[in-house]
């Protein structure tokens, strides 16, 4: 069955996008943060990882680099709410991170568990 991780500084969005995600049948893992998503990921992982980029300690660059420098073939998908240049530079920053779907908080949920399906199918 196919595992999501979800990582997110913002308890409401690790509920809400969980609750999405094992509504469709996904099993999903969740963590508060870069530095519990790498662990959670080294420990199981996960065909996809949804994650913020705007996060304290560990941000979501950091997380990405760190799960590309050590599984190279890591799915993500990046999500932003903003920040001080607004959430549309951020996520075009990841692209040259090899992340190929980045979502602009509020996200659309259609689209999100499309690009899980198409990550998935690539697998």
């Known amino acids: 069955m196919t595992r999501i991780l979800i990582i997110d500084d913002e308890p409401e969005i690790l509920e809400a996008l969980s609750d999405v995600f ?3 049948g ?3 893992d969740v963590a ?3 530095r ?3 662990e959670i990921y080294k420990e199981n992982p996960a065909d ?3 994650l913020d980029i705007i996060m304290p300690i560990k941000d979501g660059y950091e997380t990405i680099n760190e799960l590309k420098e050590k599984f190279s ?3 993500i998908i990046a999500i932003s709410g903003g920040g001080t240049v607004g959430p549309e530079k951020y996520l075009e920053v990841v692209r040259h991170y090899g992340v190929k779907y980045a979502f602009k908080k509020p996200i659309g949920y259609k689209e999100l568990l499309a ?3 198409d990550l998935c199918e690539k697998t």
Do not use: M, Q, S, T
Request: aromatic residues 4%; proline residues 0%.
């Open 22 to 24: 094992e509504h469709k």
């Open 26 to 28: 996904y099993n999903v």
């Open 32 to 34: 508060l943060g870069g």
């Open 36 to 38: 519990e998503g790498i």
């Open 48 to 50: 996809v990882v949804v």
């Open 73 to 75: 073939d890591v799915n």
């Open 115 to 117: 690009a899980v399906e």
